[in-house]
């Protein structure tokens, strides 16, 4: 091969290893950006009056004279499109019965679209659902409704070739010459003054527990339900973890026993999630009975034998990251081992088994799989902490699986899955920024 | 222990024996903590087949393993998992081919090409990638990226055929052109001979790239959910350990083995293909396995974004189809099956479970033998 070519793949081989290095940041970015950006508006976001009124009334949250305030004004916008509801109805009235057929079923499409929009008419029955008592609370959502109210969707069949094409009808056509034909410009320019959007920050959605199934409120039982299942499997696990560390390093002698004992917690390192999942409900549930249904106790049992090969791992390479000297001054000063073990090597030992502690907990936090079977509910409320031992929870990582594979209003309640996903990611990355920024302390102290 | 050392430094016999008996004590109960781990293996096996076995005892092994026919639920009930093996296989393999070219290359790039400060910054990018939850890469796949491939699928595609394609096209016609040079020499000038085969080859593949792109650019994606989409994404979770473990086989193969190689006058790209991986294929292939592990144990993705439709795609390599595999199959069937302990559908999932967990036990072992073989060769 001539020189220049060789130089020249050289350069060509770099280039692959660094295409490769932004090819992974690139997906890291793609994946981390809509989670981040899009989640952010669960906590921020444009909420309308009809947010504000759930906030009063559900969590008694608010400044009730301002809102009563603002209330009036919105309701004063909102009188007109009433009235000319009222108008059209008195209209349709006096209409002849075949065109009233026509109009009956598209008036009924409106009305429905508005109380979705604006929440129920004045006057009217209060509705059993709660989502169905107030408007929309969320400004682009409203956006969504307003376009849904001022056109209608029909299926367009007429070239027999293709398939059907989704056609948008300005609902407007239909009741041209109407009483009703004014209110559609009129809801399209006053929709602000109906629903008076202001930028909101509502932090509380991480406090907040859900109304009507998510709908409405926060998802403190999703967060709180992650919480314990993650102390309780940190507090079986770490305690068993670094004691086997301990024994690894400083008590075991290589052999036989050791070996195997080392082959198989890499086996429980490589144990698919799920199966700890059956493995939960076939042995701490079915078995031992250390509850009647699935609660966070057999959950938290679950967690801890999944994340236990981690922190033996990474509590082991710590005591073994301690300078050989340490050891051998304290036995040199007359210390037993043990002695030695507990006030030399696992002081200087600390910070690098802290880190390998908080990464399993983010490791933890965010494992569905083996809480599927053992603890986890869709629907739950926040537990005391004595109710753990014998209930199941919500739990963060399951309930962003339920809400949108399985819940009735999926595409309604997508800022509060996305808000779910945002938080679980940014509680799990902070313990690891928690992790990175504790080696660095580590490795610098260590050189210097 | 202190204070009857401070009255007298000998110790009787008694108090010696005391403490022997004391340490042994506590020494075994450390040891029997640290078994904790074995008997948790243990049960693992013993529980997971306690419940497969009632399944091949009630349904015998055949219709399991070679029908195609899966309904668990209707009557007569009808368990024939192959498609759910062959999508698990489709998957997984997919997910290596995302993973394994850009792991290594990765690996080889933090270990041998990056300085060490850039270093410092790539690595945490890894660790986040590795820490994101396995249900937020799930929900990515089910609500950004499949709707994503349903509505532009052939753009992706093409562009994924340009990327992929563009760098290795571009590395053969450097290749090809110069070992066509060296042919030519005999007939004409190297200079000359270099100014027509490097555009002829250039032009071959972008045409090739071109086609390929338009080919692909062609194609409807009739669902976004499908193996395609799972085996991007769980390619991307296998990244990190893949990238991990291969840096560390990397890095084992040592500077005297790289300082020779250059002192030989290989270039830093000959050094590493020539003398660096094949000092640490072991540690590589390990890095492997244990990224098709983590792949193949992977639940909430595949649940979430494969389709879950057990039958084999047509053909068989036909990822835009959507798949079924035995995680997301227990995963999903749990919750109806749960009500009927006892039965065959009960069973059935455990003994796709111990089916996993077979798989996942050798393929551990595997790669701690290939680990310690590869250890012992260089001399660690």
């Known amino acids: 091969m001539q ?27 793609l994946i981390l950006a809509p989670i981040m950006w899009r989640g952010s508006k669960a906590y921020v976001f444009k909420g309308t009056i009809e947010h504000r009124r759930v906030m009063l009334e559900q969590f008694d949250r608010g400044n009730p ?50 109380e979705v929009l604006l929440g129920p008419a004045p006057g009217d029955r209060k509705p059993v659902l709660l989502r169905q008592q107030y408007g929309q609370t969320r400004w682009d959502r409203s956006l969504v409704k307003l376009h849904e109210t001022l056109y209608s969707e029909e299926w367009d069949y007429s070239n027999p070739d293709a398939m059907g094409v989704l056609v948008e009808k300005p609902r407007i056509d239909q009741f041209r010459g109407t009483a009703l034909e004014p209110l559609f410009p009129y809801l399209e320019e006053h929709i602000e003054a109906m629903l008076r959007p202001r930028t909101t920050f509502y932090w509380q959605f991480i406090t907040d527990t859900s109304k009507d199934s998510h709908i409405f409120g926060g998802i403190w039982a999703e967060v709180l339900g992650t919480i314990y299942l993650t102390l309780g499997a940190m507090l079986f696990a770490v305690p068993m973890g670094v004691v086997a560390a301990i024994y690894l390093c400083e008590y075991a002698k290589e052999g036989r026993v050791i070996s195997f004992l080392r082959i198989c917690i890499s086996t429980l390192a490589g144990v698919p999630s799920i199966v700890f999942g059956l493995f939960g409900l076939a042995f701490f549930l079915n078995t031992i009975h250390v509850s009647d249904s699935k609660s966070v106790l057999a959950g938290s049992l679950t967690l801890s034998l999944l994340i236990l090969p981690t922190i033996i791992r990474s509590s082991e390479e710590a005591i073994l990251a301690v300078p050989r000297s340490y050891k051998e001054a304290a036995l040199g000063l007359g210390a037993g081992r043990w002695h030695t073990v507990l006030t030399v090597i696992l002081p200087a030992a600390l910070p690098g088994i802290l880190t390998g502690i908080v990464i399993s907990m983010g490791r933890a936090a965010g494992e569905t799989a083996p809480i599927i079977f053992t603890a986890a509910v869709s629907v739950g409320a926040p537990l005391k902490i004595w109710e753990t031992l014998n209930q199941p929870t919500p739990a963060l990582p399951w309930n962003i699986y339920n809400l949108c594979t399985e819940h009735e209003a999926v595409d309604e309640i997508r800022h509060v899955q996305y808000g779910m996903v945002f938080t679980l990611v940014a509680i799990v990355l902070l313990l690891n920024l928690t992790a990175i920024l504790m080696r660095a302390r580590i490795s610098k102290k260590l050189r210097g | 222990m202190s204070k009857s050392a401070n009255t007298s430094l000998i110790m009787s016999d008694a108090a010696s024996r005391k403490q022997r008996i004391g340490t042994l004590l ?25 419940d497969a076995v009632p ?54 790039c933090l270990s041998d090409l990056l300085p060490f ?31 994503m491939l349903q509505n532009h699928g052939g753009a992706i595609l093409s562009a994924g055929a340009w990327i992929v394609l563009g760098p290795i096209l571009g590395l053969m016609v450097i290749v090809l052109g110069d070992l066509a040079i060296d042919k030519l020499r005999k007939f004409m000038n190297p200079k000359l001979a270099g100014a027509l085969v490097f555009p002829l080859l250039g032009g071959l593949s972008l045409l090739l790239i071109t086609r390929v792109a338009a080919q692909l650019s062609g194609l409807e994606i009739s669902s976004g959910t499908n193996a395609f989409n799972v085996a991007v994404i769980l390619g991307i979770m296998a990244l990190p350990t ?30 590493i293909i020539k003398t660096v991986i094949p000092a640490s294929v072991s540690g590589i292939l390990a890095a492997v396995i244990l990224g098709v592990m983590r792949a193949i144990g992977e639940t909430m993705v595949v649940w979430m974004a494969s389709g879950n439709a057990s039958r084999i795609p047509e053909p068989w390599y036909n990822v835009l189809q959507p798949i079924r595999t035995l995680t997301a199959t227990i995963a999903g069937d749990m919750g109806e099956a749960d009500h009927v302990t006892g039965s065959s559908r009960f069973h059935v999932l455990f003994a796709m479970a111990f089916c996993l ?24």
């Open chain 1, 65 to 114: 004279e301002r809102f009563n305030k603002e209330t009036a004004e919105a309701v004063a916008a909102r009188a007109p499109l009433y009235d000319m509801m009222n108008a059209f109805e008195a209209e349709l009235k006096e209409m002849d019965r075949s065109k009233r057929r026509d109009y009956k079923a598209a008036f009924k499409e409106v009305e429905k679209n508005i």
């Open chain 2, 55 to 108: 399944f091949f005892k009630l349904e015998g092994f055949k219709e399991f393993f070679t029908s195609v026919r899966w309904y668990p639920s209707g009557s007569p009930a009808e368990f024939g998992a192959l498609p759910i093996f062959v999508g698990t296989g489709l998957v997984t393999l997919g997910a290596i081919v995302v993973a394994v070219p850009l792991g290594i290359a990765a690996a080889v």
């Open chain 2, 26 to 50: 506590g020494q075994s109960v450390l040891f029997l903590i640290t078994s904790l781990s074995t008997f948790a293996v243990f049960f693992i096996f013993y529980f997971i087949l306690k």
């Open chain 2, 242 to 271: 893949v990238v991990s473990v291969s840096e560390d086989a990397l890095q084992a193969a040592g500077r005297e083995l790289r300082e020779g190689s250059y002192a030989l006058g290989a270039t830093r790209a000959e050094t």
């Open chain 2, 357 to 380: 967990l077979a798989f996942s036990f050798i393929m551990n072992l595997a790669s701690e033998l290939i680990v310690k073989r590869s250890r012992k060769k260089l001399g660690k």
């Open chain 1, 3 to 29: 020189l220049q070519t060789r130089k020249v793949l050289d350069k060509a081989f770099s280039g692959l290893g660094l295409v490769a290095i932004a090819v992974m940041a690139v997906a890291l970015l």
């Open chain 2, 117 to 147: 400060h850039l270093r410092q910054i790539v690595k945490p990018v890894i660790e986040v990638l590795a820490a994101i939850p396995s249900v937020a890469y799930g929900f990515f796949a089910l609500v950004v990226f499949a709707p």
